[in-house]
């Protein structure tokens, strides 16, 4: 979520810390043999007028499938500033009916709380939501059915780290926490061209986060946002996307590596041979957004692996921006939630395992 929004604009951090990839985006896309192809909805999850709460946009989703249903959990914008909320349903046709809950009367309480991300931390038998309130926070729940039951917010670090201030500016933004057998990793943007990674062991999580590095950095506007890691199963290989700002709109990078600590390769990374973006999206109906912003690929599983399903069709619930008058304010701003299905051969679902190979 953009420190633009409603935070101080950064410039592009230049000095840069440690084995770093440089990035910039290119015409063909550097890694991809074939391209990703994508069918979007309408949009899906939109504000409603349901009692006292109105809202302008609903951002920054983050989708669990548990327990027979879909729990989605957003970043909601009002007259009164950005907070979060929550829906809940079993298919996604029932998605545009369902009831958005604000999560302000849960444990997370009032305030700027915006960007979740949910998983369930299987070590401890708890459901993890991480958020921004400026510095990374998080809440937890046993319950992720009972919206109430989120806990009060608590830090995942004492102070911004050198790194982060390093590019001038004490603001970073939208963390996403993903581990592996061994260590928890927190990843994380800053609108500045750079993105973060710091961890800690697994035994630790949430405790013990250090040691901030730069993975990737290029231009503000090819690493600017919303980074997302998920593991893919059976393929021995995790994935990283990155919003990126396009000539038509916002798109999403990708890259991947073999160790969440490891080197990112290019896999679909340019403007014109995105991950997701006006390049490669066509709509059920007509065209309702000119780009992919901030969302979240629905995962084959809820655990802190984050894996996806390489041999079934990718799903990226998805925030898009319908009409608006020029010059309208950032938090009037009238975005909605979408979900876009992959189509066709793409170069995450040529790692599905196969017979023989």
């Not at 970073?172 to 926490?177: A, G, I, N, R």
């Not at 079934?312 to 939630?337: C, M, N």
Request: aromatic residues 12%.
């Amino acid at each position: 979520m953009a420190i633009t929004r409603h935070r101080i604009l950064t410039r592009v951090a230049t000095a840069i810390l440690g084995a770093v990839l440089t990035v910039g985006a290119t015409e063909a896309g550097a890694g991809a043999k074939e391209r990703f192809h994508w069918r979007s909805s309408a949009p899906l999850i939109t504000p409603s007028a349901e009692g006292a709460q109105t809202y302008s946009g609903l951002k920054d989703p983050s989708v669990v499938y548990f327990n027979g249903a879909y729990h989605v959990f957003m970043t909601t914008a009002a007259p009164d500033g950005w907070h979060m909320a929550y829906t809940r349903f079993t298919d996604w046709s029932e998605a545009p009916k369902a009831k958005v809950v604000s999560l302000k009367q849960s444990g997370i309480g009032p305030g700027y709380r915006a960007a979740p991300q949910v998983f369930y931390f299987a070590p401890q038998k708890l459901w993890y939501m991480v958020y921004q309130s400026g510095p990374p926070v998080y809440s937890t729940t046993a319950n992720i059915e009972d919206p109430m039951s989120w806990s009060a917010p608590k830090p995942f670090f004492s102070e911004t780290p050198a790194v982060i201030k390093a590019s001038g500016q004490d603001a970073w933004l939208d963390f996403w926490v993903i581990c592996d057998d061994e260590n928890c990793h927190l990843f994380n943007t800053g609108d500045n061209g750079n993105l973060y990674r710091s961890q800690t062991p697994i035994g630790q999580f949430p405790n013990g986060f250090s040691d901030t590095k730069i993975v990737l950095t290029g231009r503000r506007d090819d690493v600017f946002e919303a980074s997302m890691h998920y593991k893919i199963a059976g393929a021995n290989a995790y994935l990283t996307l990155v919003e990126a700002i396009g000539p038509q709109g916002r798109y999403f990078r990708s890259w991947t590596s073999d160790r969440l600590d490891g080197a990112w390769r290019p896999l679909a990374d340019g403007a014109s041979a995105s991950f997701a973006g006006s390049d490669n999206v066509t709509f059920d109906g007509p065209a309702w957004s000119e780009g992919v912003s901030h969302g979240e690929l629905v995962r084959g599983g809820y655990d802190q692996t984050l894996a996806i399903d390489p041999c079934k069709p990718l799903r990226f619930l998805y925030q898009g921006l319908t009409s608006h008058a020029p010059g309208t304010e950032y938090v009037q701003l009238p975005y909605r939630l979408g979900l876009l299905t992959a189509t066709g051969s793409n170069p995450v679902s040529q790692m599905c395992p196969r017979p023989g190979k």
